[in-house]
């Protein structure tokens, strides 16, 4: 008899295993008053801005270079990138390390982090929920379950890095 019950709690908790899925986690932060998300496993790390040097003829959104541990990092300007309307730093404000490919660096001014998100399959929409023809940077909309309301924008990293280093 307690054999039998053994089996059941373990099949009840692969079960309970099962319903809540496979999660990824998704860094949470703010773009002019809209909450966008990445994937965490493609951050490296986030910084307090440092001072940013210029660089000349560089490409709009480049706001300059910044000097992590010794190595040069190529900041970007995430609202310039996308498109959105600018507006001035302030203590909030973040900058996002991530790979950019062979190992470098790059890094992305955010207004503000927030907080990290634990997003199941099902809590994942696809860009096209939003109707018309979506940029190739997002990746989905995010809606946990349990927080009424809550929208996340999850960008793929991918096609804003490269298209900055491409001008």
Same mark, same amino acid.
């Given at each position: 008899?307690?054999? @039998?019950?053994?089996?059941? $709690?373990? %099949? !009840?908790?692969?079960?309970?295993?099962? &319903? /809540? #899925?496979?999660?990824?986690?998704?860094?949470?932060?703010?773009?002019?008053?809209?909450?966008?998300?990445?994937?965490?496993?493609?951050?490296?790390?986030?910084?307090?801005?440092?001072?940013?040097?210029?660089?000349?003829?560089?490409?709009?959104?480049?706001?300059?270079?910044?000097?992590?541990?010794?190595?040069?990092?190529?900041?970007?300007?995430?609202?310039?990138?996308?498109? @959105?309307?600018?507006?001035? $730093?302030? %203590? !909030?404000?973040?900058?996002?390390?991530? &790979? /950019? #490919?062979?190992?470098?660096?790059?890094?992305?001014?955010?207004?503000?982090?927030?907080?990290?998100?634990?997003?199941?399959?099902?809590?994942?929409?696809?860009?096209?929920?939003?109707?018309?023809?979506?940029?190739?940077?997002?990746?989905?909309?995010?809606?946990?379950?349990?927080?009424?309301?809550?929208?996340?924008?999850?960008?793929?990293?991918?096609?804003?890095?490269?298209?900055?280093?491409?001008?």
């Amino acid at each position: 008899m307690p054999a @039998l019950a053994k089996g059941r $709690s373990g %099949r !009840r908790a692969a079960r309970r295993a099962g &319903e /809540s #899925g496979t999660r990824t986690e998704y860094l949470a932060f703010v773009l002019g008053g809209e909450t966008y998300a990445v994937p965490i496993a493609q951050l490296a790390e986030i910084l307090k801005p440092p001072p940013i040097t210029d660089v000349p003829r560089a490409p709009s959104q480049v706001l300059g270079v910044i000097s992590v541990r010794g190595k040069l990092v190529t900041v970007i300007d995430l609202r310039r990138r996308l498109r @959105l309307p600018e507006a001035p $730093s302030d %203590r !909030r404000t973040r900058i996002l390390l991530v &790979e /950019s #490919g062979g190992g470098e660096q790059m890094g992305l001014l955010v207004d503000e982090v927030q907080q990290v998100w634990r997003l199941a399959v099902e809590e994942i929409e696809p860009p096209s929920v939003l109707g018309g023809d979506q940029a190739v940077h997002i990746a989905g909309i995010g809606r946990p379950s349990g927080f009424d309301g809550t929208v996340l924008i999850l960008l793929d990293l991918r096609p804003i890095v490269e298209g900055t280093r491409d001008g």
